[in-house]
C-alpha cells in the first residue's frame, strides 16, 4: 500500500496520463478569463508568483468582488486576490505582498505600473498623431493661400514622426 510508513519507492508507471495538457481557455473564452491570463503578478517574491501562475494555470485564480483589508495600514485597499497587503504598503517595506516575507521581489511594483502607464501613454501619443495627420490630410486639400499653407508647413515640422514598436 502506498500509505505505509516507509514505502516510499514506487514499482510501477503512473497508470493513467493525460494526452493533452489542460488549458484553461480551451471552452471559457470570456472577458474575465482573459483578464486573469493577462494578469502581470508584481510585488511578490519567486515563490508565490509561482503559486498565482499554477492558480491561473489551472482555472483556480478568482478575482475578489471588493477589497479586502490590507494588515499593515489597515485599510481596505488590498485589490489583488491572495494579497494580504496593498501595494504601497508593500512598495514601501520592500515586503512580498501575498507572504509578506522580506524576500527578494521578482517584478517590483513601480515597475509594473510604469509599464502599464508607459502602454496607454504610447497609446495615447499614437491616437494624437494619428488625429495629427487626419487634420494635416484636410487642411492640405484647401492649400489656396499663402497663409494656408504656412499654418500647414508649422503642422508639419510639429508633428512627430516615431516608429512605434508594436
Not at 33 to 49: E, P, S, Y
Not at 132 to 137: Q, V, W, Y
Request: include cysteine.
Amino acid at each position: 500500500m502506498s500509505s505505509e510508513k516507509g514505502n516510499v519507492s514506487r514499482t510501477r508507471p503512473q497508470r493513467y496520463q493525460n494526452a493533452r495538457a489542460f488549458r484553461n481557455d480551451k471552452y471559457d473564452t470570456s472577458a474575465r478569463r482573459k483578464k486573469i491570463n493577462a494578469k502581470l503578478h508584481d510585488g511578490v517574491c519567486q515563490h508565490c508568483k509561482g503559486i498565482l501562475e499554477w492558480r491561473v494555470k489551472f482555472s483556480k485564480y478568482k478575482l475578489l468582488s471588493k477589497p479586502k483589508k490590507c494588515v499593515k495600514c489597515l485599510q481596505k485597499t488590498v485589490k489583488d486576490p491572495y494579497h494580504i497587503i496593498c501595494r504601497p504598503c508593500a512598495g514601501k517595506l520592500e515586503v512580498c505582498a501575498k507572504c509578506g516575507k522580506e524576500e527578494e521581489i521578482v517584478i517590483p511594483i513601480d515597475k509594473g505600473q510604469d509599464r502599464t502607464e508607459s502602454v496607454t501613454a504610447k497609446n495615447s501619443q499614437e491616437s494624437s498623431g494619428l488625429e495629427d495627420e487626419l487634420a494635416f490630410e484636410t487642411n492640405f486639400s484647401s492649400t489656396d493661400s499663402d497663409e494656408d499653407s504656412d499654418v500647414l508647413e508649422e503642422q508639419f515640422k510639429n508633428m512627430n514622426f516615431e516608429r512605434a514598436d508594436i
